[in-house]
């Protein structure tokens, strides 16, 4: 799995690419990027023709900026959107 992020400065380093990487270390074909901005925006998800499963999820700027850990949202944001929530 690859994990990315887009951010503005302020709270770039409170997204943990590698942790999300790491619970899910098994899980190949998959691209997670996290976009969390002042301006927001939308979710999206797509197969590419590569056949890698390209999922965009966005994070609440202001509560990312609130949050001590960001980590346990990622996760459940990440959990939610791979179909894992039981």
Request: charged letters at 35%; a negative charge; aromatic letters at 8%.
């Amino acid at each position: 799995m690859i994990v990315i992020k887009a951010a503005d400065n302020d709270i770039f380093d409170k997204i943990d690419t590698e942790y999300i990487s790491k619970q899910f270390s098994g899980l190949e074909n998959t691209s997670i990027a996290f976009i969390c901005g002042r301006k927001g925006g939308e979710e999206d998800e797509w197969v590419g023709g590569d056949g890698v499963r390209y999922i965009v999820i966005h994070l609440p700027y202001d509560e990312v900026r609130r949050l001590e850990d960001v980590r346990p949202m990622m996760l459940a944001k990440a959990r939610e959107r791979l179909g894992l929530v039981a």
